[in-house]
C-alpha cells in the first residue's frame, strides 16, 4: 500500500480531440420558451460551450489544483487517488471528506484551506484539521472501478489508518459522500470518533408507516413526488449505466448537459453556475470527468449501491444505527429531512439550520460549512 505523489497533467492530445469535438457538436430542437422544465435549456448550454471552447482555460486550473499535495495508493486492487493536506496548528484533526455526483474531489476545493489553516482565515489554529479527500473509485484519478458504498468505506478505513497511519479519524461528506461516511461510521466504529453530514439520504418507500412522525412521513411524501419528477438520472444510472455510458463519454455536450441537468434541480434564479462558483469551478468540475473518462464508471456506483441494498434485503437484517456521534448541517436549498428521520440511523449530537446554501455546500457556502466543521470537532479532538 506505498503512496506515490501524483501530479495532475492531462494529456494534450485529450485537450485538442475535445475541442475537434465541440466543434462538431449537432444540436438538438427545443420546445419554444421551454426554459428548463425539459431538462437542460439549450441557450443555457450553447453559451456555456462557446466559453468553454474559446475562453476556458483547463491548464490554469489544472496548475491551481496541482498546488494541493496529490498522492494514489493502491488498496486491495484499485488505485486510490486522494489529497492529503496537513493541518498547520498544534494538533490537527485527520478528517476524510467524500464527494457525491456529478461532482468530485473538486467539491471541496475551496473548504480544504480554510480546515487545514484557521487562522488565515480568521479562525484558532487550536481548529486545524488534516484533510484527506479522495476520489471515490471510478471516479476523477482513482482507478474506473465502480463499487457500492459499503465497500468505498472499508477502502476508507485502511486509507486512513493502513495507508495513511490515523489510529482515530473525523469523516464528513455530502450527496453520495454521505452514504459512503454513514457507511463508515456503521462499519469501523472503533476508529471514526465522529461524522458531519450535509445530507442523510432519502425515503425508500419501505419504511413502516406507522412509526413515522407526521414530520417524517411529509417529507416520504416529498422525496416521493421528486423522484417522479427528478429521479430519472437515478433510475438510469441504478438500471443502465452502460447504456448511458456510451453517449456520456463520446460526446462532451452530452456529458455537460446530463451534469447540468442535476446541478439545477430545485434551483432557483439559475444557480448553475452559483453553486460552483462560476463557469470555470463548473467546467473544472466537468473536464475532471471528461479528462479521466469516467462519466460511465461514476453511473455505474448506483447499480452496485443497489444491488448491495437489494442483497441485504434478501439476508439477514443489518446494523443500522450508528453509535458514533454525528453532526448535521441542513441547507435550505437541500431537501428538508426532519432531525427524525437522521435520527433514525444516526447518533446525531449536533443539528444546524443554515440561513442559505443548497445541495452543494462545500461550493456554494464554504464559510458556512467550515464553521459549523469547527464547532462540532472541537469536542472530539485529544491532547
Known sequence: MSVQPFTIGVPQATLDDLHERLVRTRWPDEVADVGWDYGTNLAYLKELVEYWQNQFDWRAQEAKLNQFAHFRAEIDGVGIHFI????????????????????????????????????????????SFDVIVPSIPGFGFSDRKAMA??????????????????????????????????????????????????????????????????????????????????????????????????????????????????????AQDNLVEAAFGGRDELLTNIMIYWATQTAGSSARMYLEDARASYAQESGPKPEVHSRVPAGIALFPREAQFPR?????????????????????????????????LRTFFRQFRTA
Open 84 to 127: 492529503h493536506e496537513r493541518g498547520n496548528g498544534p494538533n490537527p484533526l485527520p478528517i476524510i471528506l467524500t464527494h457525491g455526483w456529478p461532482d468530485s474531489f473538486y467539491r471541496f476545493q475551496k473548504i480544504i484551506p480554510m480546515l487545514t489553516n484557521p487562522e488565515r482565515y480568521g479562525g484558532n489554529a487550536d481548529d
Open 340 to 372: 427524525e428521520t437522521a435520527e433514525r440511523s444516526l447518533n446525531v449530537q449536533h443539528w444546524t439550520e443554515m440561513p442559505r446554501g443548497g445541495h452543494f455546500a462545500a461550493l456554494e457556502e464554504p464559510e458556512l460549512l467550515v464553521e459549523d
Open 149 to 266: 458504498s459499503s465497500a468505498v468505506a472499508d477502502t476508507w478505513a485502511k486509507l486512513m489508518t493502513d495507508v495513511l497511519g490515523y489510529t482515530r479519524f473525523a469523516a464528513g461528506g455530502g450527496d453520495v459522500g454521505s452514504g459512503v461516511t454513514m457507511a463508515l461510521a456503521l462499519q469501523h466504529p472503533d476508529v471514526v470518533s465522529a461524522i458531519h453530514l450535509t445530507d442523510v439520504g432519502y425515503s425508500t418507500g419501505q419504511e413502516d408507516g406507522s412509526t413515522m412522525s407526521e414530520a417524517e412521513q411529509q417529507f416520504a411524501g416529498f422525496i416521493e413526488r421528486w423522484w417522479f419528477m427528478e429521479g430519472a438520472y437515478a433510475a438510469l444510472q441504478m438500471t443502465k449505466p452502460q447504456s448511458l455510458a456510451f453517449g456520456l463519454n463520446d460526446s462532451p455536450v452530452g456529458w455537460a448537459a446530463w451534469v447540468l441537468s442535476f446541478i439545477n434541480t430545485g
